[in-house]
């Protein structure tokens, strides 16, 4: 299972990763950068200590080396602060003079060679810091060193040093979490039209095979696959419009040889086996328009201006249909309202859905009995019949193309209610069957009614 599907999570995660990284590196570098400018300054002021003693040497008139240091100077020295201690050696290695209780050297590895060297060194329990600068008085070169017990070293600049952490973490944190919700927010933004793509694409059907993704909006990385998409599109409806036309133009082509042969059969003596083939031919004649019709409607798209009065449709249905019912020795009865019910339609569309489920009621209505329709003011309208009924493992398979119950049964296509069907797609309706009780169907159509 791929985790962190979506890329805001992606984000996130890498985010924090790299929120929790760079305030490591940070605090740890900045903390190093201070604490490296902190020594420099310790070292410069050792340096300086060291020049300020070396200031005080002097060379008595017998040639020996003196030291006079004033009193401010003894004081920063002296035993009882403990903090400073100064040594001046000779270039024997010898201590001519030292802060220090036991008069020694405060660096063992005094860096004789060097005119300035900064050193360091362990003394019991303390740790000396400094430097050691040579000097030349007279003629003679001594080493002044000067260094700062660091056990003694100033709080402040220590706790600066070790806060340093907390305080780095404290200010980087928010802000690369402030950084983060900005990220978050500009890639939704960026993801918007995607969205809005998403929209589209799911209106995408044969019913509106037209549509397509813009990319005007789309961000530049992913353009090349909405371009892409649109172009399969572009194909697949050119392969569908071809499709649709050789039916159209298939179903056009029978039709001649149909009535070729409806002339011949008319010739022929036997009057049996015309009647016969005349009912085949007719057959036939159905099936073709049932297919021009199911073509013309693979074509068709409803204008969102046109409407239709459901009333008056369902009455001429009625009227168009009963003839064919009184042949039969069955009846047609419309019920509801007689007021106009404005649906949004195409007029001739909903003539024809009526008429496919009329001829169906009346084909399965046993003669004696009434088909009746119903049209209601909330746009429905409901043709219905004292058949057998539709079983409900049925319900699905009789809006299928060419499915019907019966195949051997004589101008039965299975394309009636394929064509309801469509008609009803195209609509925007709702298309329901039940069974009445003691036996029955009951089709209903729900349109859209106009306000
Ligand atoms: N009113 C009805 N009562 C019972 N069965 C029906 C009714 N309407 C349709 N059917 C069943 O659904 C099948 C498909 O109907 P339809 O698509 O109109 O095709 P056709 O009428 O050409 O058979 C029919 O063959 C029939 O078995
Ligand atoms: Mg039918």
Avoid at 113 to 123: E, G, H, I, P, T
Avoid at 127 to 155: F, H, I, M, P, Y
Avoid at 222 to 236: E, F, H, T
């Amino acid at each position: 299972m791929p985790r962190f599907e979506s890329i805001i999570s992606r984000i996130v995660i890498l985010h924090v990763v790299a929120v929790v990284i760079t305030s490591i590196l940070m605090s740890v570098g900045l903390s190093w950068l201070l604490s490296y400018a902190t020594n420099n300054i310790h070292d410069k002021a050792m340096q300086e200590q060291a020049n300020a003693v070396a200031e005080h040497l002097s060379l008595s008139p017998d040639g020996h080396l003196e030291l006079n240091l004033p009193s401010d100077l003894r004081g920063l020295y002296s035993q009882e602060y403990g903090r400073y201690s100064y040594a001046v050696i000779d270039d024997q290695g010898r201590v001519l003079f030292s802060s220090l209780k036991d008069r020694a050297a405060l660096f063992r590895a005094d860096g004789r060679s060097a005119d300035v060297a900064f050193l360091q060194q362990r003394r019991g329990n303390a740790t000396v810091s400094g430097a050691s600068v040579r000097k030349t008085v007279g003629d003679r070169n001594v080493w002044v060193q000067a260094g700062e017990d660091l056990t003694n070293r100033d709080v402040l600049t220590d706790d600066i040093v070790a806060d340093f952490y907390k305080n780095v973490g404290w200010i980087t944190l928010p802000i690369l979490l402030v950084l983060l919700i900005t990220d978050i927010a500009i890639f939704r933004r960026a993801l918007r039209p995607l969205r809005q793509a998403s929209e589209i694409a799911a209106e995408i059907g044969p019913a509106r095979p037209g549509l397509r993704l813009p990319t005007e909006e789309i961000p530049r990385e992913v353009r090349p696959l909405v371009s892409a998409v649109n172009q399969g599109l572009d194909r697949l409806e050119e392969a569908f419009k071809v499709q649709r036309d050789f039916t159209a133009d298939a179903a056009h082509e029978l039709r001649t040889p149909l009535s070729i042969l409806r002339t011949r059969i008319d010739f022929l003596e036997d009057q049996e086996t015309r009647q016969a083939l005349r009912q085949n031919v007719e057959g036939m004649a159905h099936i073709i328009s049932q297919l021009l019709d199911i073509a013309e409607l693979d074509a068709l798209a409803i204008e969102p201006s046109e409407k239709a009065d459901l009333q008056s449709v369902a009455a001429e249905v009625a009227e168009f249909v009963a003839p064919l019912a009184l042949a039969q020795g069955k009846d047609v009865a419309l019920y509801g309202t007689t007021e106009p019910v404005w649906v949004k339609g195409n007029p001739e569309m909903l003539s024809r859905a009526i008429r496919n489920l009329a001829e169906n009621a009346i084909n399965h209505t046993p003669p004696g009995s009434t088909v009746e329709f119903l049209v209601e003011n909330g746009g429905t309208v409901s043709v219905l019949d004292h058949g057998p009924g539709i079983p409900e493992d049925e319900r699905k398979l009789i809006f299928r193309r060419f499915w019907r119950r019966d195949r051997r049964k004589a101008g039965s296509t299975g394309l009636g209610l394929s064509i309801v069907q469509r008609i009803a797609e195209l609509h925007s309706a709702t298309i329901t069957v039940e069974n009445r009780r003691p036996h029955g169907a009951c089709f209903s159509l729900k349109f859209v009614p106009l306000k």
